[in-house]
């Protein structure tokens, strides 16, 4: 009995082992059989390749975000060069000559208009003809007729009807005809009789400008506005400006005369 025993189980040792390597693994978590590692193994390879798609997408996203930036940062570039070409072309043409300044007037050599009064009772034929004259002047601005708009309000104004508002108005009118002197004349005029009207003001500065006298067409530019802006005439204010602005740095640098060279000894 006892040798049969032992037969038996040196039968059964290999099956035995082999057994208790089984359970063992199965203990442990790991694979019954030899085909299990290679399962893993192409799930860990599957793993991998995610995770590289994954990294790919992540990278492409940041190539694409960056690009993004710097097609950004070009813009604001371009709009900043662009910007300072705009400031260059402004200072250019404040430099510009007075030949270049095309809004530039001569002096004209016609004799200004009566400067004319101010009836302080008006009769009635007075009054009837400075209104017709003043509808007719109207009428004759609706119809192109600059000429004989002129001509009525310098019968309004030589028949006593002088004020500060209808010198503004010939004034402004003698300066749309090329006439600044004239037009500077009826609004220094209108500015006597009252030295709170914008208006006389303004088209006095802008009559200044374009006979090129910068400091006298600032100064009346910026009353002017102050007294009752204007939004038209704004562009006009920062050209005399400018131009007040180089004359000044021209003298400060030593532009104007030549100072005088001592004397040799």
């Known amino acids: 009995t006892e040798l049969l025993q032992q037969v038996r189980v040196t039968a059964l ?3 035995l082992s082999s057994f208790v390597k089984m359970k063992v693994r199965q203990r442990l978590g790991e694979p019954d059989s030899d085909d299990e590692p290679e399962e893993s193994r192409r799930k860990a390879e599957a793993a991998a390749r995610a995770a590289l798609e994954v990294a790919a997408k992540v990278e492409a996203r940041v190539k694409a975000q960056k690009a993004a930036e710097e097609v950004e940062a070009r813009r604001q570039r371009e709009a ?3 910007a300072r070409s ?14 270049e300044d095309f809004d530039r007037l001569d002096e004209e050599r016609e004799p200004p208009p009566e400067r004319g009064y101010v009836e302080p009772e008006p009769t009635e034929d007075q009054a009837r003809d400075m209104a017709r004259w003043k509808n007719e002047a109207v009428e004759a601005l609706e119809a192109g007729d600059a000429a004989m708009a002129l001509k009525r309000y310098s019968q309004v104004i030589t028949g006593g009807g ?4 209808m010198l503004t108005k010939r004034g402004e009118l003698l300066l749309k005809q090329r006439r600044p002197v004239a037009a500077a004349r009826d609004c220094a005029a209108a500015i006597e009789l009252n030295p709170d009207l914008g208006k006389a003001y303004r088209i006095r500065g802008i009559a200044h ?4 006298r910068w400091s006298e067409a600032d100064r009346d530019l910026v009353e002017g506005q102050r ?3 204007d939004e038209g005439t704004a562009a006009v204010q920062k050209f005399v400006a400018t ?13 104007g005369p030549n100072p005088k060279r001592p004397r040799d000894r």
């Open 227 to 229: 007294l009752d802006y």
């Open 162 to 165: 002088a004020t500060a508002l």
């Open 13 to 15: 040792g290999g099956n």
């Open 86 to 99: 705009v400031v260059v072309a402004e200072v250019s043409d404040s430099d510009s000559s007075e030949d």
């Open 243 to 255: 131009k007040v602005r180089k004359a000044a740095k021209r003298q400060r640098s030593g532009e």
């Open 80 to 82: 900043r060069e662009a």
């Open 209 to 212: 400008r374009k006979l090129g």
